[in-house]
């Protein structure tokens, strides 16, 4: 991002410049206004603003102690709602809903002195691992504008790829941060569950699965963001001990057993790409003097996960239609949603508590086995993804299974879920390497590496044991000295 000349390459660079005054926090937003403006329009990134509020704060900024005051940041149109600004969550239903309250997310963001310019694209409620809702429109990759940014934080990358803003609130509920940063060649880190502040409006998204953070291009602006977005959060059902100043930017750096694997965990195809941005990588992290062995065999059983994820899914978001009748006075219907949105909903009426109660404690028995992995390897390193960008339309569903969606209603539970796998099973069958780490409640990472001969980015996976966020930026540094394209 170019201001006066001088090339701020993340938010850490730009903070420091309007810290000594180089430049003024209206001049930053006015910026990257400019740039939304200029840009938006092939990417569809951005879909909605707060210009004049951005420009007001700018004005009436005071630069102090706050680590990010003045730098211009987006949030996404999903859970991190601002009071009084639009927030559809990709949804016709909600297109002219305004936040009653601020997230907790969002209050802390602006306690860190960003200024929030609007919100990003993504598609409805963030199903998807695309980003093209009816509402507003499909996302744009800026390298190549024939395929979709990703999802479910696909507004938020193509903002951050692009140089919109330098980096973009992103969440992450099966590899929504992950997937996106992969394919648009950025940073994406998924927090330990429990590491990020939650509430008032909900306090355990999808169970634990689903957390907030950031998009971002920079290791050193990953870090600072976590360590000053963290909280210890007791009233919150996950709390999780914070990281001190010490582990994260004092960490002693130490030969890490690692774990790689270029299987898929549900047996589908992984493309050579893929795998290749894993096997470049074995040699350089030995020659870092890191343990380096590839597993036989994955260590949790991908198809059995998947299931119980889908069914939590389609529960959670029975749940969550029943408080919106509750608010509109009325049932939902067809037309109110997308096919695959009403698919789902329908589907969590008929599972039975007993089974949604199993799921959980099978969760718990995921991240215990997890936990007994880590005891072994430090980290698992896997392809980010199984292949680069789609294009747009490629996981389009066929008029065969549209019709059965559509009567859904006609199924008994378990057909429902059949259906619900393969409405997924083509994108699913792109991106299996994320959901895992969302179910155990582990940090995971993203990391652009890699880039096909045609110029397009896929990241590598790394996942460590749940509160071990350390780990992974340390090794995220080493491997971004090595690359010299992300550390800074």
């Known amino acids: ?8 390459q993340d938010a850490t660079a730009m903070a420091e410049a309007l810290r000594t005054r180089e430049l003024s926090a209206e001049e930053c937003v006015q910026a990257s206004i400019d740039r939304i403006e200029r840009l ?15 420009l007001g704060r700018a004005r009436n900024l005071k630069i102090g102690e706050q680590p990010f005051a003045g730098v211009p940041i987006l949030l996404k149109d999903l ?18 809903y305004r936040a009653q309250k601020s997230d907790r997310y969002t209050q802390r963001l602006e306690e860190l002195g960003f200024i929030v310019l609007g919100r990003t694209n993504t598609p409805e409620f963030g199903f998807k691992n695309i980003s093209d809702s009816q509402l507003h429109g499909s996302v744009n990759l800026p390298f190549d504008v024939t395929r979709n940014a990703g999802g479910s934080s696909g507004g938020a990358a193509a903002a951050v790829s692009s140089g919109m803003v330098p980096l973009a609130g992103a969440s992450d509920g099966g590899g929504s941060i992950r997937i996106p940063a992969s394919f648009n060649g950025l940073i994406g880190l998924k927090t330990s569950r429990g590491r990020i502040p939650v509430g008032p409006s909900s306090y355990r998204g999808w169970q634990g699965a689903s957390v907030h953070f950031a998009l971002t291009k920079s290791v050193r602006d990953t ?32 030969p890490l ?37 590839e597993l036989t065999a994955y260590p949790l059983d991908g198809a059995e996960l998947i299931s119980s994820y889908y069914l939590m899914n389609s529960v959670e978001t029975a749940q969550m239609f029943a408080g919106i009748e509750a608010s509109l006075g009325r049932k ?14 329908r589907s969590g009426h008929t599972i039975p508590a007993y089974r949604y109660s199993q799921i959980l404690q099978d969760w718990d028995q995921y991240s215990a086995k997890m936990a007994v992995f880590h005891e072994t390897y430090d980290v698992l390193l896997t392809p980010t993804v199984a292949g680069v960008a789609p294009k747009h339309g490629q996981f389009a569903l066929d008029k065969h299974l549209s019709e059965k969606l559509q009567d859904i209603d006609t199924y008994g539970m378990e057909e429902q879920q059949e259906l619900i796998w393969q409405m997924f099973e083509k994108a699913l069958a792109w991106t299996p390497f994320t959901p895992h780490a969302n179910l155990t409640g ?34 995220a540094e080493e491997l971004g000295q090595l690359h010299g394209n992300f550390v800074l």
């Open 1 to 8: 991002m170019r201001w006066r000349n001088v090339m701020y």
């Open 40 to 54: 938006n329009p092939a990417l569809n990134a951005v879909v909605t603003t707060q210009y004049e509020q951005a």
């Open 79 to 96: 859970g991190q709602e601002q009071k009084g600004e639009l927030s559809t969550s990709g949804s016709r239903l909600f297109a002219n």
């Open 223 to 254: 870090k600072r963001l976590l360590y000053h977005l963290q909280t210890y959060q007791v009233e919150a059902p996950f709390p999780l001990q914070t990281l001190s100043w010490e582990s994260l930017f004092g960490y002693e750096k130490r």
């Open 257 to 293: 057993k690692i774990a790689f694997s270029l299987q898929s965990p549900i047996d589908t195809q992984v493309s050579a790409d893929a795998q290749a941005a894993v096997l470049e990588l074995v040699p350089a992290l030995e020659a870092l003097g890191h343990q380096v062995r």
């Open 332 to 345: 939902m219907r067809m037309e109110d949603m997308e096919l695959m949105t009403w698919a789902i909903y």
């Open 442 to 475: 582990q940090p995971s990472i993203s990391l652009p590496t890699y880039q096909t001969e045609q110029g397009l980015p896929i990241g590598i996976q790394l996942t460590a044991a749940k509160g071990r966020e350390d780990i992974l930026l340390s090794l």
